[in-house]
């Protein structure tokens, strides 16, 4: 079946039944369909005076205080819950934003799939550093740190290559950082 024909039964089966509500109604109320409008009112009419019962305050009032309490719990228990909730590991190693790797220092955030916004800085000067491409030469990039004129790091790949390896290494300690120390 189509998904039109699945839409086409249930209003149809939605029809049948709302007209054999309505029609059974008046059946079961003696006088009809102008008695169950009666009870109808007449529900709402005893419930306003029930609200406008005096008191030594107002129903309503005591009401309102009633939900207010109700959500003043509510919150106290969601903040309890949130409180006690074991933190999520992502959590845990957000503040993990910065490391010395292959002798280059790296700064990161974190995003929904790992470490993202990847930069590489010298670990002397501070320095950010560019990655370069070696011409004529079969070592296709290396580390240089302009201000300091320190070659830092070779290495044998691709650019994207060597940004796969440092987040690796990064994901990689952030998960030693979560897991919990071995027993002894």
Known sequence: MAKGEHAI??????????AAII?????LF??????VIKGIGSFFTLVWTWLL???SLPIWLLIVLGILALCFVGAVAALVFALL???KPEDQHAGYTEDV?????????W?????????????????QIIVRKFQFTDRPIFF????????????????????????????QKARSMTKPAPKK
């Open 144 to 171: 240089r740190c302009e201000e300091c004129n320190r070659d830092l790091k070779s290495f044998e790949g691709t650019v994207e290559e060597f940004d796969s390896k440092i987040k690796r290494k990064i994901d």
């Open 53 to 55: 019962k005096p008191a």
């Open 111 to 127: 995003g929904a799939y790992g470490p993202v916004g990847l930069a590489s800085f010298c670990p002397d000067c501070d320095y």
């Open 9 to 18: 039964r249930n209003r149809v089966i939605g029809s049948v039944l709302s």
């Open 23 to 27: 029609g059974i109604a008046p059946t």
């Open 85 to 87: 909730r074991p933190s």
């Open 30 to 35: 003696p006088g009809g369909w102008p008695a």
């Open 101 to 109: 790797i292959e002798g280059i220092r790296w700064r990161w955030s």
